[in-house]
Nanobody
Framework: QVQLSESGGGLVEPGGSLRLSCVAS????????MGWYRQGPGNQRELVAA???????NYADSVKGRFTISRDNAKNTVYLQMTSLKPEDAAVYYC???????????????WGPGTQVTVSS
């Protein structure tokens, strides 16, 4: 099993910035793609940004130009730098990863508790 633990959320004013972090742990051999998701009240969970092992990235249209995803492969960690935050960015942010286990299997990680981002003045 692969566990994910998010951190870095909080309360920020519109226009502000936050940096989220997520660490993957478990019987990990390597990590393929890593991604950040969010779920606002009454909404479905949506993909915000993803990054592959080679570094290629993709973003939801709503965050392009404002959010930047990055990863530290040595630390099994993915980051989400969020700038110019808007009230509509408020949500619980989750990360996940497609992991190659030491057993040779490929697995999607178990969802962590997420980290709350609140954007309000």
């Amino acid at each position: 099993q692969v566990q994910l633990s998010e951190s870095g959320g909080g309360l920020v004013e519109p226009g502000g910035s936050l940096r989220l972090s997520c660490v993957a742990s478990g019987s990990i051999y390597s990590i393929d793609a890593m991604g950040w998701y969010r779920q606002g009240p009454g909404n479905q969970r949506e993909l915000v940004a993803a990054i592959k092992s080679g570094g290629s990235t993709n973003y939801a249209d709503s965050v392009k130009g404002r959010f930047t995803i990055s990863r530290d492969n040595a630390k099994n960690t993915v980051y989400l730098q969020m700038t110019s935050l808007k009230p509509e960015d408020a949500a619980v942010y989750y990360c996940n990863a497609v992991v190659q286990l030491t057993s040779g299997q490929s697995q999607l990680g178990s969802w962590g508790p997420g980290t709350q981002v609140t954007v309000s003045s």
